[in-house]
């Protein structure tokens, strides 16, 4: 299925964001609809288009699956709730990190976080609230990248020949499709959405798991989250499209306390992009 890429220098945010709640009014009708809020500009944006399309009739959860960044449960249900947005969070930890037990492969860990996400956590929510539709954040580089081989994003069925009414129970509406990032910036800062929001560095679908090389323990998942804190303040000045702390699986030998030790290995990522299908390298200072 060929999709028509809406370049954001062609795009008219106001005409865009009225056309795509009636598409999304029209879709639903009298029922319900569902969304997952991770944050991000993606999901953020959805969120807004289906509470401008929908009001009560959209019901939105954060869902805790213990791979978030510090903090982050607490911040994103304030932010929302000062826009007039309620959210509900799922804690859904425990299904996650059993779901990613033993696993090591980067692909497999992908799989078992959209399996666990889509089947069993947001399969049950669905059947709870009754509705028949799921408002997602899909863009078209997360279709490019899957359907290309080059990494399966989570949120990418239909372009697979999956149909997640067959598979999931329910059907799934997609009105950022046809954009890349830049143009979802430029529908979500015309939603009113605030500029933490907008113009926030992308995060992985998979979260943190995929910034542990191995399998994604909780203790891996901490140490990460932990050093994600200090690369994101360290980094924050920078112009840099995306940073991230990655830890990876073999130990490093230094000394503390005038002693060899052997402590974790954390590699420090950044690049410059614009649309996240292109990138280079940041160049960083020294200092």
Known sequence: ????????????????????????????????????????????????????????????????????????????????????????????????????????????KREAITQTFYKDVFGKLVKASKAKYLLQGTILTDVDETVAGIKRQHNVFEQLGIDPQAAFGYKIIE?????????????????????SIYQRMPFPGPALSARVIGEATPERIKLVRQATVIVEEALASTAAFQYMAILHQDRVTGMRDGKRDFGFQIEIRSWDSIDARSAKPTRLPFE
């Not at 953020?44 to 939105?60: E, I």
């Not at 990190?97 to 033993?102: E, H, N, R, T, V």
Request: proline share 3%; aromatic share 4%; glycine share 10%.
């Open 1 to 108: 299925m060929s999709i028509q890429e809406l370049k954001v220098n062609e795009l008219d945010a106001t005409q865009f964001i009225e056309s795509k709640s009636e598409e999304i009014a029209g879709l639903v009708g009298s029922g319900l609809a569902i969304n997952a809020l991770s944050g991000g500009v993606d999901s953020s944006c959805v969120t807004m288009l289906g509470h401008k399309a929908l009001r009560d009739r959209l019901k939105t959860y954060f869902i805790n699956n213990g791979l978030m960044r510090e903090g982050e449960p607490e911040q994103i249900v304030s932010i929302f709730e000062k826009l007039g947005v309620k959210v509900e969070v799922i804690d859904a930890q425990e299904a996650f990190f059993k779901a990613l037990k033993g696993l090591t492969n980067p692909e497999e």
């Open 175 to 195: 009105p950022l499709v046809q954009l890349r990032k830049d143009g979802v910036r430029k529908i979500a800062q015309a939603c009113g959405l605030p500029k």
